[in-house]
């Protein structure tokens, strides 16, 4: 049985977004294993060197940016630095909650993949398009970043509940509009420049 090429282009174009999907995946599940490894490596930091590591990751970030236009490979290796790096920066607080209410860290954890299941899977379905999102939400992100600085030094009655209820809604967002870029696009070198939820 023989294909034309025509024919396989077809295939090859339809089964892409497929592939983008499952190497996404793997992606984000070998950068939350490094994640993990840097928070069981730093479990003994001091909240100091969170800080320090912190902005490593975000420098992980900026670099992946850049690289992702020039190499897929120096990408990948970013995001995987960024795995680790964060981590670690968030190693001292993981810490704290495991010694003082072990619970909390498994209820964050389930928490956090049934809702990147929920809203990735709500992304990929749909069908509308969500790109316009993903503005708004950006701006709502910096909005929150001030509003937590802000926060640190003015006292706002329930501003916890406040940035975590907000914080929860932006990241959805995030969450449908990069499922459905997933679905929509077929440029493989997307995949390491996906965002990251566990962030």
């Known amino acids: 049985m023989s294909f034309s090429p025509t024919t396989l282009d077809r295939a090859v174009s339809r089964d892409t977004p497929r592939v983008l999907f499952g190497q996404t995946m793997g992606l984000v ?5 490094l994640f993990a490894l ?5 479990r003994d930091m001091s909240y100091h060197w969170g800080w320090v590591w912190f902005i490593g990751a975000f420098g992980c970030l900026i670099g992946m940016n850049v690289a992702i236009r ?3 490979q120096l990408a990948v290796f970013l995001l995987f630095a960024f795995g680790v790096v964060i981590g670690l920066a968030t190693a001292p607080t993981i810490a704290y909650y495991a010694s003082t209410n072990p619970q909390a860290v498994w209820q964050a954890g389930g928490a956090t993949a ?3 299941a929920g809203f990735g899977t709500a992304g990929y379905a749909t069908r509308r398009d969500l790109s316009a999102l993903a503005r ?4 709502a992100l910096l909005g ?4 937590g600085f802000i926060a640190i030094f003015v006292h706002i009655p329930a501003a916890a509940v406040i940035y975590s209820v907000v914080g929860l809604i932006i990241f959805s967002v995030f969450v449908l509009v990069d ?5 929509k696009t077929k440029d493989i070198r997307a995949a390491p420049h996906a965002r990251y939820p566990f962030v």
Do not use: V
């Open 114 to 116: 049934l809702f990147i």
């Open 144 to 147: 929150l970043i001030l509003f």
């Open 179 to 183: 499922f459905q870029r997933l679905r």
């Open 70 to 72: 020039q190499s897929e």
């Open 38 to 42: 840097g928070a069981y490596l730093g």
């Open 136 to 139: 708004i939400a950006f701006w």
């Open 29 to 33: 599940a070998i950068t939350s294993a």
